[in-house]
């Protein structure tokens, strides 16, 4: 099982749906508004019906668990969830257990999504926040492993009551954690910060 850090965009909304920026943004949220890591929270968006597949699924997008030689693709993993803000890096949730997808499930998913209409909300609330649809995907389902590379079981899925600092350590590269990017799963020893 994979044990890593990702970042995600900041939300006050739960990451339920996405929010206003507030404060310095970057990664895609700078660029269109929102980041499509702010739906992990939508628990009413659970699938089932995958081949080989039973129960209910949530189905969703951490940046950094993407990689170009899909280096994590048809593993475990637990996740923690940090942000940057004002300054600091603050754990904002943990994923007990998640599958990091490959592409045919992720097609699925994306038919799925887009047959009950939950592409087209997300365009609403997009546009709710006055932010860039063109930042969403149009419906190619080879494209969907960009922008759906996780599932898990909603009850997987815990947000902290407040934040929770992270101490500034030191990756092996000599980057302090701070100045970790979106697009890069760390390394994690699977304890919650206290």
Known sequence: ML????????????WHH???SVGNVSGHKARYGFGFEEWLARREWTLSGYPGLEGDWRYGHIPSL???????SGKQAKVLLFVYENGMSLAVGWLEEAFVLRREEAAWAWRQYEERGQLDIMRGEVKQI???VAGLPPTRTEDAIFFLDVR??????HFFETPRPIPDR????????????FN???DWDGVLPL
């Open 18 to 20: 996405p929010a206003p």
């Open 3 to 14: 044990y890593k850090m990702c970042r995600v965009c900041s939300n006050s909304a739960g």
């Open 184 to 186: 890069t799963a760390y």
């Open 170 to 181: 030191t990756h092996p590269n000599r980057e302090p954690l701070r100045l970790w990017r």
């Open 66 to 72: 993407l990689t170009r030689s899909h280096a994590h």
């Open 152 to 157: 898990f079981r909603p009850d997987a899925l």
């Open 130 to 132: 006055r932010g860039d």
